[in-house]
Each structure stands twice: as structure tokens, then as C-alpha cells.
């Protein structure tokens, strides 16, 4: 769907892409970069608005230096900031750019309406779009994104600005668009654990380099920790404590599972193979506890994201990004490992 070779763009005082080389395939893609990591630049050049400085890109098998009006008939574009007229309803403005779409007058009032009900628009559908919230804006947009039947979508931080609600809404949405239409998606978002549940694939950038690409089942491999929820009795009111203890007693390495479902009841452990299973039956047993559940550990993209970058040298010569934009990634980190990412 998408292939880069070497691409790179740069500003007068930022190299905003550096050489990067990637191949994207059918299904929900997550682009995945803090703030300023160039995720919008990289759209833009794929969408043929903006020049590359060097390298190539191809979106549809067409390429973006020649071949921009081409791909702008087949790729639907959500941008990310605010740019909806507020004096016109969601129906007037969808419409009007599905008529820019080149779709007949009929068609476009048709597939306005399939499209404002497919993003849960309908009922609102006429009102001015100006006292719309912030979702039902992202709805507007994501609308006309899709009105003219796209093969591919970029959608450009579609969560930007939602309550945790909103947002669960609109990665549903964005799954159903490829599950229910066969659309393919680019999704960005600085949210890591979102892309880990809405997205096959998923691409990492940062400071406009790539720093992985793979499935998202690559990315959350199994570890090697198993993690062991049991409960208490009336003999061990703290069974979470006693079974820690006992463990420890067979020379068994333990940690708390903070930040985990059912924290401080669960206890985390490297199984070293099958007898470490056996272990944890027996013990549960001899102390009369209850196995709530044993399973292996997943990794979240949070983590992988965060030991890569620990690995990547600085690059010298280079502009970083702003300190502002490297606290709001860690707070994006922080809440997306809170989200259970
Ligand atoms: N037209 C421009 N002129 C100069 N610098 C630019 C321009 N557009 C983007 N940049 C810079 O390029 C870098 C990448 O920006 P880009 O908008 O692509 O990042 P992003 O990953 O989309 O982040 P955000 O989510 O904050 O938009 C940033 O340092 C940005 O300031």
C-alpha cells in the first residue's frame, strides 16, 4: 500500500524525515511518534502536498512526486487540527466535499448519509457544525474522509483532544472502517497502548528516523514472566504475602505486579519452564489457597518503544526535539502504560 525508500525532509532548521525506508501493507497501520517525531510531514508527502528533499514514496503503486491528484482520488486524509466551518452542518460540508470528490450531486447526498451514520452522526446531522463537541468534530472529519469510498485512509491523531470514552468510540471506529469496508487505515497517535489494540502493524518513528516496524503480535511477543493471581483464606488472610514467601523459600525470584489488572494480589515470576508451573500448582495447593490465574506475560509497545529509544544513540549534528515535546511524549508514555499499553 504504502513503500518509502530513503525518504527524507528537511526544513530550514529541522530535518523533520531522515532516510526513512518502510513498506506498509493492507489493514490498520499505527504510525506511532512522540510530538514533532514527523508523522504529519510524512502524511503530507504521501498524500503529494509536500516535496520530498530526498528519496522516493509510493502510495497505490503511485508515485507521490508525480502522481499526487491520482492518490488523492484513491486515499481518504482526516488532518489533525480543527478546519471544519462552523456556520455549515455535517451534511453540507460532507457533501460538499464528496462533490469535490467528483462524485454527482445524487451520489454524494447518499453516500453523505450511509457515511454520517456509519461515524454516529445521523441524528446531529443537521445542526451547524460549530456547536458540535470535540468527538462529534472528529466524526465530521472522519466522515469526509471516507464519503468518496477510498481505498486507503490517513487519519492524522483521531483522538486528539477526546475524553478516554471518546476515544475507545473512535479506535472502534477506525477498526470497523477496515473490518466492515475493506478500507485500509494510517493511523498516527503519540498513545502507544491505543495502537497496540486497534492495529495489525505498526510503524515507530522518532525524530523523524524509523526505529521499528512489525505486527503488533511482534511487538507484544509472550516474555518469560508468568503472572500469579491467588486468593486469600481464612487461615492466610494475606495469601497474595504467603505465597510471595513461600515462593522466595524454593530460591524463586519475585516482584509485585504494580500497574497490572489486580495489582498488589498478583505476584510476577520468571518461569524457567514447565516445572516452574508445577511449582506454583503445588504450593497453591499445600497452602489451601484458590488459583484466580496463571498466565504468561505480554509485552506492552510501551516497553519495547521505551527500551528501544534507550538503545539509539544520539544523533549528533541533528536538532532534537523541543524539551516540551520530549515531556509531553513521557506523559503520553506514562498514561499509556496507565491504560494498560
Ligand atoms: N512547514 C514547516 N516548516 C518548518 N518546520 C516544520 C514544518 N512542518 C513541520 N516542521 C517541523 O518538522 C518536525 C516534524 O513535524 P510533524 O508535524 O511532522 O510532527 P508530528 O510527528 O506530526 O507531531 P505532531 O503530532 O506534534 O504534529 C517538527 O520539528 C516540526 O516543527
Do not use: W
Amino acid at each position: 500500500m504504502i513503500a518509502t525508500e530513503s525518504l527524507s525532509k528537511r526544513f530550514p532548521r529541522v530535518t523533520a524525515l531522515d532516510r526513512l525506508s518502510m513498506d506498509i501493507g493492507p489493514g490498520v497501520t499505527g504510525l506511532v511518534g512522540a510530538n514533532g517525531a514527523g508523522k504529519s510531514t510524512l502524511i503530507k508527502i504521501l498524500l503529494g502536498l509536500s516535496p520530498a528533499t530526498e528519496g522516493t514514496a509510493a502510495v497505490l503503486g503511485l508515485d507521490v512526486a508525480t502522481s499526487g491528484g491520482q492518490i488523492r482520488e484513491r486515499v481518504g486524509y482526516m488532518p489533525e487540527h480543527d478546519c471544519l466551518p462552523p456556520d455549515v452542518s455535517a451534511t453540507e460540508f460532507v457533501v460538499h466535499m464528496a462533490r469535490m470528490s467528483g462524485l454527482p450531486p445524487t451520489a454524494a447526498r447518499e453516500r453523505t448519509a450511509d457515511t454520517l451514520r456509519h461515524v454516529g452522526l445521523y441524528e446531529e446531522r443537521y445542526r451547524p457544525i460549530g456547536g458540535y463537541s470535540t468527538g462529534m468534530k472528529q466524526r465530521v472529519k472522519l466522515a469526509q474522509a471516507l464519503v468518496h469510498d477510498p481505498d486507503l485512509v490517513f487519519l492524522d491523531e483521531p483522538t486528539n483532544g477526546l475524553d478516554p470514552v471518546g476515544r475507545d468510540e473512535m479506535l472502534g471506529l477506525i477498526r470497523r472502517v477496515h473490518t466492515d469496508f475493506g478500507i485500509s487505515v494510517l493511523v498516527t497517535s503519540h498513545l502507544l497502548g491505543e495502537l497496540e489494540r486497534t492495529c495489525d502493524h505498526v510503524v515507530v518513528i522518532d525524530g523523524g528516523k524509523l526505529l521499528r516496524s512489525s505486527s503488533t503480535t511482534d511487538f507484544t511477543q509472550t516474555t518469560t514472566t508468568l503472572a500469579v493471581e491467588v486468593t486469600d483464606t481464612d487461615e492466610h488472610p494475606d495469601g497474595t504475602k504467603v505465597f510471595r514467601e513461600a515462593l522466595q523459600g524454593r530460591g524463586v525470584a519475585t516482584h509485585e505486579g504494580s500497574g497490572l489488572p489486580g495489582a498488589g494480589h498478583t505476584v510476577l515470576l520468571e518461569a524457567v519452564g514447565d516445572e516452574t508451573y508445577d511449582l506454583v500448582r503445588d504450593l497453591v495447593a499445600d497452602l489451601g489457597l484458590g488459583l484466580v490465574r496463571m498466565e504468561q506475560r505480554r509485552h506492552h509497545i510501551a516497553e519495547v518503544f521505551q527500551s528501544e529509544q534507550a538503545e539509539q544513540p544520539e544523533p549528533s549534528g541533528q536538532p532534537q526535539p523541543s524539551q516540551q515535546a520530549k515531556q509531553s511524549d513521557q506523559e503520553a508514555r506514562k498514561e499509556a502504560v496507565r491504560h494498560g499499553g
